[in-house]
């Protein structure tokens, strides 16, 4: 989002209005923050807004593929300010930060290899777990190898492909 934000609102049919030129701030401000992160940035910067406003944001904005909603196990959903390039995340299982991970691949082979007759894949997410180099100096946090309960176990997603 290296462009006017208002440019870019525009350019997606969306009307610019101070809420939502503070949630694209917010977003990129407080990458792959929650909503209510996203929230305390935005009132930061412009007083009280509403709630359902900042949700409605960010609804509208992940629908136009302007952000990116990730929904790591176990957490709330996250905001992305890259939306669209097919990265990745790394995920501290301890402190739970998230990390950007460039993909090798462009997702395009992934939509044609997992898409079948029944069911057409239209976006692909990658999550890598493990621990973050501040939580892995940490004396009291366990290995990311070693077996046993995580601090913060991830719960399993149900999936059919």
Not at 6 to 18: K, M, Q, S, W, Y
């Amino acid at each position: 989002m290296k462009t006017d934000k208002a440019e870019l609102l525009r350019a997606h049919g969306l009307t610019v209005t101070p809420q939502r030129l503070a949630v694209l701030k917010a977003v990129e401000h407080c990458p792959h923050g929650s909503a209510d992160a996203i929230a305390d940035d935005v009132r930061g910067r412009l007083g009280t807004v509403s709630v359902q406003t900042i949700y409605d944001a960010l609804t509208t904005f992940v629908e136009r593929g302007l952000i990116r909603r990730i929904e790591p196990a176990g957490s709330p959903a996250l905001f992305d300010p890259r939306a669209g390039d097919g990265h990745h995340h790394a995920i501290c299982r301890s402190c739970r930060s998230v990390q950007d991970v460039e993909s090798p691949i462009t997702p395009l082979p992934f939509r044609a290899h997992a898409s079948r007759p029944d069911f057409v894949v239209d976006e692909a997410e990658v999550v890598y777990w493990g621990l973050c180099a501040a939580c892995r100096a940490t004396p009291d946090t366990p290995p990311a190898d070693t077996p046993g309960p995580r601090p913060r176990p991830r719960k399993p997603r149900p999936h059919s492909l």
